[in-house]
């Protein structure tokens, strides 16, 4: 996030066709915390999703299969 708000900076500041936006970034709490609940989720839901299909894997199966194939 640090660097994102630097990297913006740096742009509108070298770029000389910028000059007629005024741009200001605006930090929000409550969506940086929207933001962290939503990555949370989905790192969870895949997780879950993944752990799901491992245990559906019959291993001695795929040896087999893997073996003759």
């Known amino acids: 996030m640090i660097g994102a708000y630097g990297l913006a900076n740096l742009m509108f500041a070298n ?3 910028f000059e007629e ?3 200001e970034i605006i930090f929000s709490w409550n969506g940086f915390f929207i933001g962290c ?3 949370i989720s989905v790192v969870v839901m895949v997780s879950f999703l993944t752990i799901g299909y491992i ?3 019959n291993i001695a199966n ?3 299969e893997r073996g003759t194939g």
């Open 15 to 17: 770029a000389s066709e």
């Open 21 to 23: 936006f005024n741009l």
């Open 62 to 64: 795929v040896i087999r």
């Open 55 to 57: 245990r559906k894997i």
């Open 37 to 39: 609940i939503i990555i």
